[in-house]
């Protein structure tokens, strides 16, 4: 009978899903260097009981994510979401309202599960132009507002205009940018975390 009862009474470790693209998914380094993975291994030092998934995929738009937010958010049961998407809507020129009607999809599947979530923002470069870039920069605050969940102004803050952090495509992160990725989302997760 005691048996059952301290079972019972053992701590559920919980599910930290992170929903992204490539900047997430490591892209061009050794999978152990990504961000990601350097956060489980911070929750661990630090005494919180999450098991992190990374159900990052390259090459993901917002279009993509929304068609498999649901199996994900089945699969894992999740009680927190990072969801990191929206880059590659931006590189491909892709409608800006289509991108965040996409987001919203998402963030309401996940909201209707009960999970925390926590939105992480990017910026594009002006190469469509500085409206196209003023429009889908303000996706991410507009939405955060209207769903009321935290928000990491720009996952690259530090790290996309500075060559010593970026491989030579230009667009992700080396090793050396990846603790600053860290950096850059860790004070806005910690509010979300428990132990």
């Given at each position: ?12 470790e ?14 061009g ?23 992190v998934?990374?159900?990052s ?6 279009a ?30 892709l ?9 919203a999809?998402?963030?309401r ?8 979530l926590l ?19 303000a ?11 935290p ?23 080396n090793?050396a ?6 950096e ?12």
């Amino acid at each position: 009978m005691s048996i059952g009862v301290a079972a019972a009474g053992a701590p559920k470790e919980r599910t930290l899903l992170v929903f992204g693209d490539s900047l997430s998914a490591a892209y061009g380094l050794k999978t152990e260097e990504g961000w990601v993975p350097q956060l489980q291994k911070r929750l661990q030092d630090q005494g919180y009981g999450y098991r992190v998934v990374n159900a990052s995929s390259s090459g993901e738009t917002t279009a993509g994510g929304r068609s498999r937010i649901e199996r994900a958010l089945e699969t894992h049961q999740p009680d927190l979401v990072i969801l990191e998407l929206g880059a590659n809507d931006g590189l491909r020129g892709l409608p800006v309202q289509g991108a965040r009607d996409n987001l919203a999809a998402m963030i309401r599947s996940v909201q209707q599960r009960k999970a925390k979530l926590l939105l992480v923002g990017i910026l594009m470069p002006p190469n469509y132009g500085q409206r196209y870039a003023d429009s889908f920069a303000a996706i991410y605050p507009e939405l955060s507002k209207e769903f009321k969940v935290p928000l990491v102004p720009f996952l690259l803050e530090g790290v996309a205009l500075d060559q010593r952090y970026m491989q030579a495509d230009g667009m992700h992160p080396n090793a050396a940018g990846q603790p600053r990725l860290l950096e850059n989302v860790w004070p806005h997760l910690q509010p979300l975390l428990e132990r």
